[in-house]
């Protein structure tokens, strides 16, 4: 059981977080004749009724291009945007219903790795400040052990000698080490749930691997889960047990990783897997990412939001939006045609 100053009590869920029909639309800025003359007020889809669970424990990942809305669900589920509509349960507790000091309090159990160390981190405070930032916030009567709780997270993610790097500033180290600073920032409050958002799109090709290497070393250690967000699947492949294909503001496609990987019931899955090249040549999928951009989430596409790019839409994809169906269990897909790839 944990406890938030005695205010709230939580139980370790085996579902540590549970989305259901999220929504995170943003208004269109419009001027000022366009309020005049028009009354509708446009939004952007950026998420458009998403939902999935993330288990204790698992790396879950969501995958797409950019622009799919992956960015917005991941800081609507942590509640760093207020969403539209929808709910997200976190280890049971519905995060709406937190006073904004109760939530505040809950970060130390949700935290956040992003795509840029640089913009990140705050140029003139030195590496040890800013790993133990959040340890201020949330342990503030323990003031004596923040210096040694550091040290200790600084050596677990490799910036060693840490009584080196701790006077050290951002633009003193390299980029794959301002990486692992940005890890031992969120890692130090021990959470249980990350979000990392692209953490290592920004990183030198040569430390990618070392970087997703020792996320998941530090996972079992400090029994963590993560929210994964890529828009590569190669990476994906790398560290994610299950992952959601998004397609503009949508899950379509979602399941074990080696499942989706290997039995794609989504045309736009097939596509995107075509452009990761495989190990095992047999395993090759000759479905090329179709032609055309990612439409406008202002006014999605009608029916199936994938139609106009689809390779095997037929009429009635325009026409009638395909619902979620569970093909095989645990396997997740929206398109109408998913039962012809069985
Ligand atoms: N703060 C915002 N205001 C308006 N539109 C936004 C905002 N953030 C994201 N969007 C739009 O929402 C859509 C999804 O964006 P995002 O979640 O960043 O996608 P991804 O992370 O998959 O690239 C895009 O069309 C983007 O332009
Ligand atoms: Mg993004």
Not at 142 to 169: C, N, Q, W
Not at 216 to 223: F, R
């Amino acid at each position: 059981m944990k406890e938030l100053d005695g205010r709230l009590k939580f139980t370790q869920e085996e579902t540590l977080v549970e989305v259901r029909d999220l929504k995170k639309w943003y208004p269109v800025q419009t001027t000022f004749l366009d309020k005049v003359f028009s009354s509708q007020r446009q939004f952007i889809r950026a998420v458009d009724g998403v939902s999935f669970d993330i288990h204790r424990g698992e790396v879950f990942g969501l995958a797409g291009e950019s622009g799919s809305g992956k960015t917005t669900t991941g800081r609507a589920v942590l509640r760093l945007t207020e969403p539209t509509a929808g709910t997200v349960r976190f280890n049971g507790i519905d995060l709406r219903s937190l006073d904004p000091d109760t939530l505040r309090e809950m970060r130390r159990w949700m935290q956040v790795i992003f795509q840029d160390p640089m913009a990140s981190l705050n140029p003139r405070m030195s590496l040890g400040e800013s790993i133990s930032q959040g340890l201020k916030i949330h342990f503030p009567e323990r003031t004596s052990d923040h210096r040694e709780i550091t040290f200790e997270m600084m050596r677990m993610v490799g910036l060693t000698p840490a009584e080196f790097y701790y006077s050290k500033f951002p633009h003193q180290i390299s980029g794959g080490q301002r990486q692992r600073v940005v890890i031992a920032r969120a890692l130090v409050t021990r959470p249980d749930l990350i979000l990392a958002d692209e953490p290592i799109a920004m990183a030198d090709v040569s430390v990618r691997v070392l970087l997703l290497d020792l996320m998941k070393e530090l996972k079992d250690e400090l029994d963590l889960t993560y929210l994964f967000i890529t828009h590569d699947l190669a990476t994906a492949r790398h560290i994610c047990d299950r992952i959601g294909i998004m397609y503009l503001g949508r899950i379509v496609e979602i399941g074990e990783l080696k499942e989706v990987y290997t039995h794609p019931l989504h045309p736009y899955t097939r596509a995107l897997l075509a452009a990761v090249p495989v190990p095992d040549p047999h395993e090759r999928r000759n479905e090329p990412m179709p032609e055309g951009e990612i439409p406008n989430p202002i006014n999605p596409p009608s029916g199936c939001r994938f139609h106009p790019r689809c390779l095997i839409a037929q009429e009635i994809c325009s026409k009638a939006e395909p619902l979620e169906r569970e093909l095989k269990p645990g396997h997740f897909v929206a398109c109408h045609f998913a039962e012809d790839y069985l």
